[in-house]
Nanobody
C-alpha cells in the first residue's frame, strides 16, 4: 500500500498562487494515474484534476480549468498541484489519491482511486 502525504497548503490572498505537493512512499506511483480532490466545509468531495501514469495526459474540473495544473516528478515519486488565480471559493482541504489499478484510463470518479493522503488546507482570503 502506498502512503501519500500532501504539503504546501496555507493562507493565500485571492488572485494569488500556491503549489501543493503529494509525496508517495512505500512503493512507486509511476504506474498509477494520480488525482487531486478537494472538500470544503459542508460540501461534498469534489474532483479537481488528474494526471496519467506517464504524465502525458491531464484532465480538470471546469471550475479550475485554466487556473490549476497537475504535474508529476517520476524521480521524486511526487505529484504537484499548481494553483493560480485563486478565488475564495477554492478554499478547501485538498487531497491527492492514487488510482486503484496501474495503467488505467483517466478518471474523475473518486471510486477509482484507492490510496488517499490526509489532505492539506488551502484558505483563500478575499
Amino acid at each position: 500500500q502506498v502512503q501519500l502525504a500532501e504539503s504546501g497548503g496555507g493562507l493565500v490572498q485571492a488572485g494569488g498562487s500556491q503549489r501543493l505537493s503529494c509525496a508517495a512512499s512505500g512503493r512507486t506511483i509511476n504506474s498509477y494515474n494520480m488525482g487531486w480532490f478537494r472538500q470544503a466545509p459542508g460540501k461534498e468531495r469534489e474532483f479537481v484534476g488528474t494526471i496519467s501514469w506517464n504524465g502525458v495526459s491531464t484532465y480538470y474540473a471546469d471550475s479550475v480549468k485554466g487556473r490549476f495544473t497537475v504535474s508529476r516528478d517520476i524521480a521524486k515519486n511526487t505529484v504537484y498541484l499548481q494553483l493560480n488565480s485563486l478565488k475564495p471559493e477554492d478554499t478547501a482541504v485538498y487531497s491527492c489519491a492514487a488510482a486503484k489499478r496501474p495503467y488505467s484510463s483517466l478518471s474523475y470518479d473518486y471510486a477509482d482511486f484507492g490510496s488517499w493522503g490526509q489532505g492539506t488546507q488551502v484558505t483563500v482570503s478575499s
